[in-house]
């Protein structure tokens, strides 16, 4: 077990007993192989420890039955927080007994979650017994408290010392706490942090160079690590908020004077001031500068040409807005094999650093096996394809508007808003099979129930006779009828909608959404909810035809609420009026997000704020998208807020 001692004036522990004390009156400290290489960055963590603990042991007192009883029935109960105070209180008011009740208040802090007091309470957990159960639950302990620091040195220190003579009731909790650090030691975020509180105490912070030197550390930390650092206070919490700040500021494209003016007046007594702030965000910024050299490679001709040329305008779009000294190489591909693979090698032979593209799932799939270049896809195959499905792989990423992905995107929206009986109405595109398949299983998973779906002609405009089948409109005349035939007499009567449903969800063009949406509202079923694919908007602004889809709600671009038509870009000829707007947008973003994918991959909930939506990287790779959600009014596609719902903004 852990002994306690002095520290010897070199800085090694000394000692051959193993014992668990915490008063520098014993001598002994543990001697054990790891010691001298840890004991520096331990020597004021155990010094502290054991000064804490020199206040004479008072002689015990019978503590009352009734503070005890009530501590341990919170425990019982899983009150964590209330037994926590219980036992400080039972510490307080029984001095004779306080170390073992500090020591109980220490583990419910812990239980709770609150690291902050069970440091306080163990502190107080003295003198504790130099051996024995509750020396090793003290070390225990004060392991825990040392993983959540991601301290590695000190968690191996005081779980060695616990090991010696562990009681059986406490292996698994042991076990799980070797599990924890092995966790730790491999995990990269963590030996960063481990690294950056070792280097902490050593720079010199209030130079630029030392400055940059840790926050290039902590920036390989992911954001909920960073942010629990500044939750917690720890030493190194002023600077995780600072990595924090300049990353946001970077990756959203912040001015500079304003953002460090902000962060100044956030953080006054910060040693980064707003000029070492723009300096700082002005050096860290270099390290997500665009690849020097970047093939792209889009079909120019066929079915998916105009998809590539809006595609290609979007990525010359974002590489004139930031050059830097990039050179991009576009290679055009065809729907065949030999095209693809061969524009794919020329790029690794070329000594290409990124490439972008293919857009045809099929071109994915080929491109798989060879993956010796880092790869940016434009597509995503998935099981119903028929074709391989990616799996992970460190350098092959996936940005794509998924049919199927947007679909999953509506259904977990609406689930979201406490939809939960829809009916689903089709045009007959092969596109809305998709859509419809994708849709329904995730409203299903998600504990939905989809009562009915219809399919519509889009060679049809009045699709009163299907509507009135599909809402039980002619079960209800024929009831009246019927009725009617049993009494022998004339009967007032409205027909009435079915009312087991409580949103609509359509994978419909705009054209047969501004025939669909009128009609629902003649049968009555015009204030029910209506949710859509992106493709019920054009893509172009027409306040006049596509005010009879007025309330429907949608995802959809930030880029296609409008941005592509300041300026220039109205008359692109690639966005074809803003059809292809969304692609244009992809273009872009593929451009943009390249610097960031790496930051994107050990950081799953880092979201980079893309045009098409919040983008963020999964573990297979492929790039998750939050699109943009809008509604119509008066015609026109407005953003939606997030609180708000389609039945609260219907044009009645």
């Not at 779009?317 to 729907?335: I, L």
């Not at 499905?389 to 406490?418: C, F, I, K």
Request: net charge negative; charged share 20%; glycine share 8%.
């Amino acid at each position: 077990m852990l002994g306690a001692g002095t520290l010897p004036p070199n800085g090694h522990f000394s000692g051959g007993g193993h014992r668990l004390s915490f008063c520098p009156m014993n001598t002994e400290l543990p001697h054990r192989p790891f010691a001298a290489r840890r004991a520096p960055a331990l020597a004021g963590l155990v010094l502290a420890a054991l000064l804490a603990a020199c206040a004479a042991p008072e002689r015990p007192t019978a503590p009352a039955a009734a503070d005890v009883s009530a501590a341990r029935s919170a425990q019982s109960a899983g009150d964590w927080r209330t037994a926590a105070g219980l036992w400080e209180e039972a510490a307080l008011a029984h001095p004779g007994q306080a170390p073992e009740f500090w020591l109980n208040a220490a583990e419910a802090w812990l239980k709770d979650g609150d690291s902050a007091n069970a440091r306080s309470a163990i502190d107080r957990a003295s003198p504790l017994p130099d051996s024995g159960f509750d020396a090793t639950r003290a070390a225990l302990t004060r392991a825990e408290l040392a993983l959540l620091d991601s301290d590695v040195q000190t968690a191996e220190f005081f779980l060695d010392a616990a090991a010696d003579g562990l009681p059986s009731s406490l292996r698994a909790r042991y076990e799980a706490d070797l599990a924890r650090l092995a966790t730790l030691k491999t995990d990269p975020a963590s030996r960063a942090l481990a690294d950056a509180r070792q280097e902490i105490g050593s720079l010199r912070l209030d130079r630029t160079s030392d400055q940059l030197a840790l926050l290039r550390a902590l920036d390989q930390v992911p954001t909920h690590r960073l942010q629990n650092e500044v939750r917690l206070g720890s030493a190194l919490a002023p600077w995780a908020a600072l990595t924090l700040s300049i990353r946001e500021t970077l990756v959203s494209g912040q001015e500079l004077t304003g953002a460090a003016a902000a962060w100044q007046a956030r953080q006054p007594g910060h040693p980064v001031d707003a000029a070492g702030y723009m300096d700082l965000c002005w050096q860290l910024g270099q390290s997500y500068a665009p690849p020097s050299r970047v093939a792209v490679l889009l079909p120019e001709e066929g079915g998916l040409g105009a998809a590539g040329a809006a595609i290609r305008d979007g990525i010359m779009s974002a590489w004139m807005e930031r050059p830097g000294r990039s050179e991009v190489t576009f290679m055009a591909v065809d729907e065949t094999a030999a095209s693809v693979t061969g524009a794919y090698q020329a790029a690794v032979s070329g000594g290409y650093q990124w490439v972008i593209g293919p857009l045809r799932r099929e071109s994915v799939s080929l491109l798989m096996p060879q993956g010796s270049v880092p790869t940016l896809a434009l597509n995503w195959p998935e099981a119903e394809d028929g074709v391989e499905v990616p799996v992970a792989r460190d350098n092959l990423y996936g940005l794509t508007l998924s049919q199927s992905e947007e679909a999953r995107a509506v259904a977990g929206r609406m689930l979201d808003l406490g939809y939960r009986r829809v009916i689903v109405m089709l045009s007959d595109g092969s596109w809305s099979d998709r859509a419809e398949a994708a849709f329904t299983q995730a409203f299903l998973a998600g504990g939905g129930q989809v009562v009915e779906t219809e399919r519509f002609s889009s060679t049809e405009a009045d699709h009163s006779a299907q509507l009135t089948r599909m809402l039980r409109i002619e079960a209800s005349r024929q009831r009246r009828q019927k009725l009617q035939g049993e009494l022998n007499l004339p009967l007032e009567f409205e027909p009435t909608r079915r009312d087991d449903f409580d949103a609509f969800f359509m994978a419909v063009e705009p054209r047969m959404g501004r025939q669909l949406k009128p009609q629902l509202k003649f049968f009555d079923a015009g204030s029910v909810p209506v949710f859509a694919m992106s493709r019920v908007f054009s893509g172009r602004i027409d306040p006049g035809q596509d005010q009879d889809l007025d309330g429907i709600a949608f995802p959809t671009t930030a880029w296609s609420l409008g941005q592509w038509q300041d300026g220039e870009l109205a008359s692109l000829q690639s966005l074809r009026g803003g059809t292809y707007g969304s692609l244009y947008a992809l273009g872009r973003d593929a451009w943009n997000v390249l610097p960031w994918l790496g930051l994107m991959a050990r950081d799953p909930a880092f979201r980079y704020p893309g045009t098409v939506g919040q983008l963020t990287v999964r573990p297979d790779g492929r790039i998750g998208r939050e699109p943009v959600w809008a509604h119509f009014q008066r015609g026109r596609p407005t953003a939606w807020p997030a609180a708000a719902t389609p039945a609260l903004t219907q044009a009645r």
